[in-house]
């Protein structure tokens, strides 16, 4: 289905029923990312995933996002679709962890748990630039416009998202190509990119100033390419849960797209949020 949200077509996708989870998937990323999940998880529970604008099959962005807005469009999606303001379970992949957690924040009562798969974490992210945030979003839809030209989304985008997965289940081909090689998720994903600083100084400002939900259980998953599962990023990951005071767990090996590498894992961790 198609819901509109500040007048952009917002493709939602809700699947199962129960307890409502709401899932977001990384930067540029699709919807159908987390079909291995919700084939699991929407046995017992209500799956929303919908795609954020420029992504997916959404329309484009009228606007750069906001860790703010982001946040607000998670409660628009949930609104829309008629959820309401019952609590769900939050879950966010790479970029939209920074999303998820924003909106555990600000929206403590719609929060009944918090998921980060694989999240983005930043350290000493500074102090904003404002002149340059109001560059940044130009400046991606001029490279998104200059690549397109060339034809660089489609010959490349579908190829680049197979090497992504490596030898975990890979998305539908048909859905990845089409998607993939849009000029539009390209500007879309640029633009995520490019403001991907400005997020996380938004967070880092919003953990000193918001806390989160009191009795909301967070788990974090950290991904790991090898099995002892004691790299770099994983020890980033363990600090970010302990500054959530987050239950932890590493999965591996595994790569960062958790939600196709070990579904049955982030189902199990989904599950137990709520």
Not at 89 to 104: I, K, M, N, Q, Y
Not at 107 to 119: F, M, N, Q, Y
Request: hydrophobic content about 45%; proline content about 8%.
């Amino acid at each position: 289905m198609f819901v509109r949200i500040d007048g952009v077509p917002h493709h939602v996708r809700v699947t199962g029923a129960g307890p409502v989870c709401v899932l977001s998937a990384g930067l540029g990323l699709a919807w159908f990312e987390w079909d291995p999940v919700v084939a699991l998880l929407a046995r017992s529970r209500t799956v929303v995933r919908f795609d954020r604008p420029g992504l997916g099959l959404s329309g484009p962005a009228r606007e750069a996002p906001t860790l703010v807005g982001e946040a607000a469009r998670i409660g628009r999606v949930l609104d829309a679709v008629g959820i309401g303001e019952q609590a769900v379970t939050v879950v966010g992949h790479s970029l939209a962890g920074f999303h998820a957690e924003a909106f555990a924040r600000l929206c403590p009562r719609r929060t009944a748990g918090l998921v980060l798969v694989d999240s983005s974490v930043e350290e000493g992210t500074g102090t904003g630039d404002a002149p340059g945030r109001r560059l940044r979003p130009a400046l991606a839809r001029g490279a998104g416009a200059a690549l397109g030209g060339l034809g660089v989304p489609r010959a490349v985008g579908p190829p680049v998202r197979r090497l992504a997965e490596g030898r975990w289940s890979p998305p539908p081909a048909r859905e990845s190509c089409a998607v993939y090689g849009s000029k539009r998720v390209w500007r879309a994903a640029l633009t995520e990119y490019l403001t991907y600083g400005d997020m996380a100084r938004e967070l880092d400002t919003m953990r000193r100033e918001a806390p989160l939900p009191g009795g909301a259980p967070v788990t974090v998953l950290a991904a790991s390419p090898t099995a002892s599962g004691t790299d770099a990023w994983v020890r980033r990951q363990h600090a970010l849960a302990d500054t959530l005071r987050a239950n932890f767990h590493v999965l591996a090996p595994a790569g960062h797209l958790l939600m196709r590498a070990r579904p049955h894992e982030v189902t199990e961790a989904i599950l137990a949020a709520r």
